[in-house]
Nanobody, 123 residues
């Protein structure tokens, strides 16, 4: 069993930055791919980014490439999402999760979801 507790997020003006954190407890996540997703009101939960256990492999959704950076600190059992040059269309609830197998962009490939963190970008 893994518990993921998210922090960060909030309200920011367009062009600003935020960093989300996802701290795991229960067991180490150092060998697990981890992912970030987001869900805007009335829309499906979409893939944002993923990172391998060592941090050496990352992947991003096209809308966030070049602006968002996923990273991890395995000593702290924590994964991060640094979000720069934020746009109003980035407004959503952001979730972290543990990859369990399958396609990295599919929600059903993940388990042990965090509680979600609201990110609101004003224009």
């Amino acid at each position: 069993q893994v518990w993921l507790v998210q922090s960060g997020g909030g309200l920011v003006q367009a062009g600003g930055s935020l960093r989300l954190s996802c701290a795991a407890s229960g067991r180490t996540i150092s060998t697990s791919f981890m992912g970030w997703f987001r869900q805007a009101p009335g829309k499906e939960r979409d893939f944002v980014a993923t990172i391998s256990g060592t941090g050496g492999t990352t992947s991003y959704a096209d809308p966030v490439k070049g602006r968002f950076t996923i990273s991890r600190d395995n000593a702290k059992n924590t994964v991060y999402l640094q979000m720069n040059t934020l746009k109003p269309e980035d407004t959503a609830v952001y979730y972290c999760a543990v990859f369990t197998g399958g396609s990295i962009i599919k929600t059903n490939s993940y388990a042990y979801w965090g509680q979600g963190t609201q990110v609101t970008v004003s224009s």
